[in-house]
């Protein structure tokens, strides 16, 4: 690591702020002692606000039907190999009942843009969650919506939103998705949840095709500029039903880096070591933490339909019941000096 590199991560920790082209130069300059300098400021930052506690939630996949045709993505509407399903409002009701046993108190509901699930679906089971479990967080991934369904959504009583970026380079953003959809309006969505008062989160892959220290510099400005409560970032994995399926995956080591700046860029921020990084490495997870990440999102949803809810090839996890999942990350977190507490794990204010 040379001196101006040193000096650029010391600006980072102290300002938690960089130029585009210094951002980008970070990138470019990446090597061990730069990643184990940063790891060690981002690890600082963190215990400072969070202890050495993980927050954890419950992940609910409850719909791979999707009208969308992302590049990247394995439940693709195109992908006819994709064996379709949709969970009932009773079926998620009894995932949240069997997460709260297991002392989740945030239920993520994640799935395509299916449109079975409309406001006049979603409304009650929020409504109904809130009632039945009144200490819980609801959190949607349920991507593009109108400002309007967004705001009845919340309205209902969902806490957070999920809605990855994917990347902050327009022209990058159009090479991973179809014409239909565009970086203007995903943009705006995030802006509008934000408004709305949602605690947001945004995201992106790491080594999605196209990707380059410029546009990642740029994801790094974007996420300084918005200032989101979350940020889910994880090693782009190809599958074998979509065009990118030659492309090669993601690096551990450039994620853990990444996690470690943005935990620099924003100290508070919620940040999950994802499913997508236990899969690439068998301790990804546990390296993402170590790297500045505070949060694991296992699975909860039933595991009939788990293999089915493939973004990517080789997802792990998908033959565990929850209770294994909850035991095996417990687990994990301790075997590096972190615990898994059970309270709704807001974003801290500081
Ligand atoms: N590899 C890794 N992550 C993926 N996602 C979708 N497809 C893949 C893939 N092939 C991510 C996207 C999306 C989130 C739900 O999963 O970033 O926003
Ligand atoms: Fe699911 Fe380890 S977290 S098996």
Known sequence: MNKNIRT?????????????????????ARDQEAADLLAQLARTAREAVYGREV???GLIEISNICKN???????????????????????????????????????VLQGGEDGYFTDQVLCPLIREIKARWPDCAVTLSLGERSRESYQR???AGADRYLLRHETADEA????????????ARRMECLRDLK????????????????QTPKTLAKDLK????????????????????????????????????LLSIIRLISPAILLP???????IHPTGREMGVRAGANVVMPNLSPVAVRKKYALYDNKICTGEESAQCRGCLSARMESVGYSLVTHRGDIKKI
């Open 172 to 183: 990058h953003y159009r090479s991973l998705h179809p014409p239909a959809m565009s970086f």
């Open 222 to 257: 974007f996420i300084e500029e918005f200032q989101p409560d979350m940020c889910g970032i994880g090693p782009f994995i190809p599958h074998r039903d979509t065009p990118f399926r030659d492309c090669p995956p993601g690096d551990v080591a450039l994620t853990c880096y």
């Open 55 to 57: 927050y954890t939630r």
């Open 8 to 28: 650029l991560i010391q600006a980072l920790a102290e300002n938690h702020s960089l130029t585009l082209d210094e951002y980008e130069a970070l990138i470019t």
């Open 273 to 279: 070591a994802t499913t997508a990084l236990g899969t």
């Open 153 to 155: 959504l919340f309205d």
């Open 69 to 107: 045709d992302c590049l990247y993505c394995g439940i693709r509407g195109s992908n006819a190999n994709c064996d379709r399903y949709r969970l009932t409002p009773e079926d998620i009701l009894a995932c949240c009942q069997e997460g709260y046993a297991l002392d989740f108190r945030t239920f």
């Open 195 to 210: 408004e709305i008062g949602y605690q947001v989160g945004c995201g992106f892959m790491v080594g999605s095709p196209g």
